[in-house]
């Protein structure tokens, strides 16, 4: 079942779960927030306005008519968007934290042999990568040791401003905090369960036609892999 957080005239609000994909694939019968969407609002000219990966969950938001489209589209071009997000990293020993917020400001690139992974490009150090390098901007707020799953574990509140692909699980990554649950850039195999993705929009501000909107999703309550 969708959450649906938020309803207004202008824009609609998801708590996607985790394990859904956010945008119709080429499977016409796979089931995609999108599909849900479009399902229970057939009259409605309603249009995903960004995504999150399949694995994470959070707030997923749609407009409810092309005006709206196009003026949040803007929006998130010109990136004046809020958008926070929850994570969790497996913690192998307790972190020497740095200097809070951090900011993490390296371009991210396509990997030059997988269509799936993003590669970080440090200043000064030479990376093979395809295509040109997508600027990406994300800040680490605040760092808390956990337990989660029975393990030792971190929970990381992020925010981003800019939207680029794996951003913040390459980020994280990158600085030593890769996330469970990812197979991509964690170390998924070392769970002693399966674990879904540790990433979760948690909120998303803006402001539209003289109007503030804060939207919320609730924290996740489990990490288990749904099948």
């Avoid at 957080?5 to 927030?33: C, M, V, W, Y």
């Avoid at 990406?136 to 401003?161: K, Y």
Wanted: charged content about 25%; hydrophobic content about 40%.
């Amino acid at each position: 079942m969708i959450e649906l957080l938020f309803e207004d005239d202008f824009i609609l609000a998801l708590n996607k779960p985790s394990g859904l994909p956010s945008q119709n694939q080429r499977d016409p019968n796979q089931l995609t927030a999108e599909r849900c969407v479009k399902t229970l609002f057939p009259h409605l000219p309603i249009q995903l306005l960004h995504r999150l990966d399949t694995g994470t969950s959070g707030v997923l938001l749609f407009a409810k008519n092309d005006e709206v489209f196009m003026q949040m589209r803007q929006k998130f071009a010109e990136r004046t968007l809020r958008k926070s997000y929850l994570a969790w990293s497996k913690a192998e020993r307790d972190p020497a934290l740095p200097n809070l917020p951090l900011k993490i400001d390296l371009p991210l690139a396509h990997h030059p042999q997988s269509k799936r992974r993003m590669i970080v490009l440090p200043e000064g150090k030479f990376r093979r990568f395809r295509g040109k390098p997508i600027p990406a901007l994300t800040w680490i707020d605040s760092v808390q040791p956990v337990s989660l799953a029975g393990l030792n574990a971190l929970r990381i509140e992020v925010r981003i401003e800019t939207g680029v692909m794996h951003q913040i699980r390459a980020h994280l990554a990158h600085h030593g905090l890769p996330l469970i649950g990812d197979p991509i850039y964690g170390s998924s195999r070392e769970m002693p369960t399966p674990m879904r993705l540790g990433l979760h929009a948690s909120q998303v501000e803006f402001e539209l036609r003289g109007a503030r909107y804060r939207i919320n999703a609730p924290e996740p309550i489990t990490f288990e892999q749904i099948p």
